[in-house]
């Protein structure tokens, strides 16, 4: 009796924490797909069960409750793992896809790689030479540039528009400095009548078709200027990471992403063209962060910087923290958890088409710069030692996730 109901708790486990199910009660029963690895392992012992389709990866089946429930079990009791498979008529439906088409998506599109595999940091010497580089100065120079050229940088404004044009230039004439031609400006339009268009940067890594890295914020201010903190300090923390990366002369394996969203105070409308660009090229990311307001420290919050808790993957958000201790020597009880309770900015359109997404942030959402979308949001609100503490947590997330190549000597002070 006992091992029964063992039995039972220990399976609904299995089926709560492995499949968000959202059962129909269709005697015939839903649709899934199941990695094609573990289909071959329990097919013909335990389980007799026909795919309707099938993929390089994965095949499709249709199962009763009990079905899935067994088949949980087995993979579970075979493999250990909760075995990848999903109920794929959900996702069909949230993305108004055919089954055909939601199959061949989860095939090969980026819910597979929506996971991170935690790891621990391997590349010491390459993230100091990176953090080495990094300049507190020029970063509070390019705001205040920012600021002087580009105070209204609206979605649907001309100067908005010219500020997107900016940033690509910006990327060009770096490239140029440093004798580099192949650093790649791609221009993502947001259609829907605005103005101003996504930019993102691409730097090549050895092997463009391992997963890459991609680090963004959003470029647009809502109606009132300049946003300093919301968000030029995320804007001009992408450029001073853009800067630094290519200044290293470090190479890595990995493609390199630097984005600038337009229109996210739109709604999130330029991430969410972003992302379908990446989908539709197929382009995988190991991981992305998100820089949304870095520049404001609460004097309220003991902690000295955050991290979102909502709509970024778990994995990826603990492994900032591993880099915060390790690099920038911040201990855990100062570094903080908050939520915002919503899709409160870009993360949240990478988080929901699978990409693993994670995002530091200045303060507690209760805390942070009550300035947003004012005529306040101003210089003299940021302090530039707060935001390079973001800048840090980039370098080391750019080089560790990024693997460079080639052999970097310890810095020495000599
Ligand atoms: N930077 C803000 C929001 C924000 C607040 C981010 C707190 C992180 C913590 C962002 O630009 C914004 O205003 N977002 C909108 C939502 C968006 C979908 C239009 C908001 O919060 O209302
Ligand atoms: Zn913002």
Known sequence: ???????????????????????????????????????????????????LAVTPGFSLLRLTPEEVQSLSEEIHHRVGICGGFSDIQVQAEQRGMTLAQALEWQAHGPSIISR????????????????????????????????????????????????SLWLGQFAQQLGAQVGRNDIQVINIPTGGGYKQDSVVIRLPGADPKEPGVLLGGHMDTFEKKPGADDDGSGTTTVLELLTATVSSGLKFKRDIYFAFYAAEERGLVGSQRVVKEFEARRITLKGVLQYDMTGFDSPRDPQELFLITDNVNPDLTRFLSVLAQKYLGITPDRIGQTSCGYACSDHASWHRAGYPAAFPFEASFNNMNRTLHTDRDVMAN?????????????????VELGDPIGQVRPLTWN
């Open 1 to 51: 009796m006992k091992k029964t109901l063992t039995r039972v708790l220990f399976s609904s486990v299995i089926l709560i924490s492995c499949l968000q199910l959202g059962f129909t009660n269709a005697p015939q029963g839903r649709f899934y797909m199941v990695p094609n690895q573990y289909l071959a392992m329990i097919q013909g012992r335990s389980l007799a069960l026909a795919p």
């Open 116 to 163: 991170f595999e935690p790891r621990a940091p391997q590349y010491p010497n390459e993230v100091k030479r990176m953090l080495s580089g990094l300049s507190a100065d020029r970063w509070a120079q390019t705001l205040n540039g920012i600021i002087a050229n580009f105070e209204d940088r609206s979605a649907y404004t001309e100067s908005g528009k010219k500020f």
């Open 382 to 398: 940021i302090s530039v030692p707060h935001a390079m503490k973001f800048v840090a947590l980039g370098a080391a997330f750019i």
